[in-house]
């Protein structure tokens, strides 16, 4: 319960206790304000309440809500852990599927995500940027805003194929509040 691999999302709430997105483990660990276990939300699966890759985590009111991607799927969960209910974000029609990052939540209600093209990048050998579209994403009723698009990391593509990331490459990073 004390030991994370990969920590996406943490949040303290108003009460003190501090929640932890656990990616490796798929779950959210909640502790208390001196830093002691208090439950786990959610776990590894597919099915309603667990995780594939957890990823971003919030408080609306009494309760954590909790995304993942993929699939791009929200999970609600009560002050006790309890799973509530889940919301499985629909595809637009005719676009690339929505495999990215929610990174904030706007005072509307709606959600900041990334999403990047799928897949390696540039087939040219050298340094490489691809691009990430940032959306707004609303729940009810669900729709799907493109705001902008900003350059992803800096990536070398090696002439035998395959990537790797550029040590202090360049990057993009973007924040969403309010």
């Given amino acids: 319960r004390y030991l994370f691999h990969r920590l996406p999302s943490v949040r303290r709430f108003d009460d003190g206790r501090i929640a932890v997105v656990d990616l490796g483990a798929s779950r959210v660990r909640v502790y208390d304000a001196r830093g002691r276990h208090l439950f ?3 776990g ?4 309603p309440g667990e995780f ?6 919030t408080r609306v009111a009494d309760t954590m809500v909790v995304y993942q991607s993929p699939p791009a799927r929200f999970s609600w969960f009560d002050d006790a852990g309890a799973f509530l209910r889940t919301f499985t974000v629909p595809q637009p029609p005719g676009d690339l599927p929505v495999y990215g990052y929610v990174f904030g939540r706007f005072d509307d209600g ?3 995500l990334s999403a990047g093209s799928p897949g390696a990048p540039a ?4 340094r490489a940027r691809e691009s990430a579209t940032v959306r707004r994403l609303q729940l009810d009723p669900p ?7 900003i350059p992803t990391e800096e990536v070398l593509v090696h002439p035998s194929g395959g ?3 550029v040590t202090f490459g360049r990057t993009t990073y973007v924040a969403a509040d309010g």
Wanted: proline share 10%; no cysteine; aromatic share 16%.
């Fill in 123 to 126: 087939e040219r050998p050298g």
């Fill in 44 to 47: 590894p699966g597919e099915g």
């Fill in 52 to 57: 594939q890759r957890p990823w971003f985590l």
């Fill in 110 to 112: 709606s959600y900041a």
């Fill in 40 to 42: 786990d939300a959610g």
């Fill in 163 to 165: 990537w790797n990331d």
């Fill in 143 to 149: 729709a799907i805003d493109e705001l902008f698009t």
